[in-house]
């Protein structure tokens, strides 16, 4: 597959959560053309599953689309951090649990035709509370899930955000291999 040339690429935004650049490229077919992109950080998607083996989810307003979703938890990797770390701030911040134990489960690019986010797939377990409090996470509800209502949840659209979905498929996937 042939890769597309950078002839020029500029600034348009920068913001607190991402910035915003046109890069001029040679398409494959030979023709100069602009691709929007958008540049964010690295971040850290976590299926926690307690004790009785159900999965801890959260359900928090999108401004974006205007509604409520239902997500796994789910943040960016703070300057300095490495993705486990992110994974304990993230879980205390979002569900007030700690993990014992973390697997890396994988990764994936988010939305690769436009964005260069990158989200590092954990599972946690051994949950224990502990409560860190952020700024943007007053109004996240946490919701248990058992795995087998997960794939209904999915098709029914009351779990549709692309992270999600790709985290709990995939972490189903994995928890069938290990039978």
């Given amino acids: 597959m042939p890769e597309e040339k950078t002839l020029r690429s500029r600034s348009i935004f920068k913001g607190r959560a ?6 001029t490229v040679i398409d494959a077919g030979g023709q100069e053309t602009t ?12 299926v ?39 994974v304990k701030r993230e879980l205390q911040e979002e569900i007030g649990k700690l993990p014992g134990r973390m697997a890396s489960l994988g990764g994936y690019y988010s939305s690769p035709g436009f964005c260069t986010e990158y989200l590092y797939l954990y599972l946690a377990e051994d949950l224990k509370d502990s409560q ?9 509800q946490t919701v248990r899930a058992k795995p087998n209502q997960i794939r209904r949840m999915i098709r029914s659209g009351e779990i549709c955000d692309s992270k999600s979905v790709a985290g709990l498929l995939y972490y189903l996937d994995w928890k069938k291999r290990q039978r």
């Fill in 18 to 23: 991402f910035n915003v650049r046109i890069d």
């Fill in 35 to 46: 691709r929007e992109i958008v540049e964010h950080s690295e971040c850290v998607a976590v």
């Fill in 48 to 86: 926690p599953v307690d004790s009785n083996g159900d999965i801890l989810l959260v359900r928090q307003y999108r401004k974006a689309i205007e509604k409520e979703l239902l997500e796994i938890p789910a943040g960016g990797i703070d300057p300095g951090e490495d993705p486990e770390t992110a």
């Fill in 132 to 140: 860190l409090y952020a700024d943007d996470t007053p109004g996240i």
